[in-house]
């Protein structure tokens, strides 16, 4: 064997071993609601975009479905216990197992979409257990408990957080007074950092990873405040008064152009906090009192901002450098907001999919349909995978051609 042959299989081995640790996210690649999908549909048919596939064999939840190893990972929950679910790319289950009790109570189901990273599946219930599982084997790894461990509190609604990984790192955010938000080793979870936050509860908020100058930050919701932590020390750089009615701030924060984008529902609004060059410290640059979405998330896209409010029950463009609201409609209501090449998707509390063009310039529908399979809220954050866009409510899972 030449030289040359021995590095090119150096370097396959090496790509393969990459792509094998590329770790799933919720909302999309940048965790931004983004994705990197091209040629999509600009329009829909009348009826809707087509079904390739569905299934309603997924259990009760919440949560979205995320793509590794030529397989569909799902959370659900049957009776009190949470599962995991793995479909191939046809919709076939291929198998299931256990990952503990679940969230029973008011609206009850799997919070947590899972996070995986080559052949290591981590989950989190609505109790706060966080669940390292090996995939090949469906062996449990590790397994914390942050509220006994870690001095946390449960939710009204129980945690919703999805983890997120940073190399050997895995953040959650337990809500205690001295581990408000902590670090934990990914393959044994033995504790990294914690800090102290704001010492208040957990927001149902998935965090988010921003890089700004040199320093690597972890931006979440707390109770009543955005904080930015640095996440290699775990030291608290800088925190931003948000206060709602009931303390739930599940959209994971924004990030474009320097900025942080932060929407909270119940009528309070959101806004933009400029960072330094070196992300340690923040200036509060607008705020904008109908930018109230509570669950569905937003999208930063040239320099706008697209999603729903809660108590302004519309679909909004807002100009992230001013605050200003370019349009608005009535014609989509509160729901999510997804994004790629260039087009909208909203997925509406009441089951509603639209396709919108991202632009400024105007609400320009090009396409409406409904979603008639599944069970309980229409709450689930859709994904686009390959040009389908899987939207999971309650028991079912839903894969449409878009491309």
Not at 309 to 318: A, P, T, Y
């Amino acid at each position: 064997m030449n030289s040359v042959t021995k590095l090119f299989l150096l370097l396959l081995f090496f790509s393969a071993t990459v792509l094998a640790q590329e770790q799933t996210k919720w909302r999309g690649p940048n965790a931004s609601g983004i994705y990197p999908d091209k040629g999509l549909l600009k329009e829909w048919p009348a009826n809707g975009p087509e079904v390739i596939w569905s299934t309603t064999e997924l259990g009760e939840g919440h949560s979205s479905p995320v793509f590794s190893n030529g397989n569909i990972y799902l959370s659900g929950m049957e009776g009190d216990k949470g599962y995991i679910y793995i479909l191939n790319m046809q919709g076939k289950l291929q198998d299931k197992f256990e990952y503990g009790d679940e969230f029973s109570e008011s609206y009850p189901g799997a919070r947590s979409t899972p996070t995986i990273v080559g052949d290591l599946l981590y989950i989190m219930n609505g109790f706060g257990v966080v669940s390292c599982f090996e995939l090949a084997t469906k062996k449990e790894k590790w397994t914390k408990d942050l509220l006994n461990d870690f001095d946390g509190s449960n939710l009204k609604w129980g945690i919703t957080e999805s983890l997120v990984v940073d190399g050997d790192k895995i953040y959650c955010t337990p809500g205690g007074k001295n581990y408000n938000v902590v670090a934990l080793n990914r393959f044994d979870g033995s504790l990294i950092w914690s800090c102290k936050g704001e010492g208040e509860l957990s927001a149902y908020c998935t965090p988010l990873l921003v890089e700004q100058g040199r320093t690597k930050l972890l931006v979440t919701h707390t109770a009543s405040h955005v904080i930015g932590i640095n996440r290699e020390t775990g030291v608290l750089l800088w925190s931003h008064s948000q206060p709602n009615k009931w303390s739930v701030h599940a959209n994971t924060p924004v990030y474009g152009d320097g900025a942080i984008y932060y929407l909270s529902g119940y009528g309070k609004g959101g806004g933009r906090l400029n960072l330094n060059s070196d992300g340690t410290g923040i200036t509060s640059k607008w705020f904008n009192e109908k930018a109230d979405n509570r669950i569905g998330g937003a999208v930063y896209i040239d320099g706008f901002l697209y999603s729903t409010g809660d108590n302004f029950r519309e679909s909004f463009c807002i100009d992230g450098s001013t605050g200003e609201i370019k349009w608005s409609s009535k014609d989509v209501g509160k729901g999510v907001t997804i994004a790629a090449d260039g087009m909208l998707i909203f997925y509406t509390e009441r089951g509603e999919l639209a396709l919108v063009e991202a632009t400024p310039n105007g609400f320009n529908l090009k396409g409406k349909t409904k979603v008639t399979l599944g069970t309980a809220q229409h709450w689930a954050h859709p994904v686009i995978n390959n040009g389908i866009l899987y939207v999971r409510h309650g028991n079912a899972l839903i894969a449409y051609k878009i491309s």
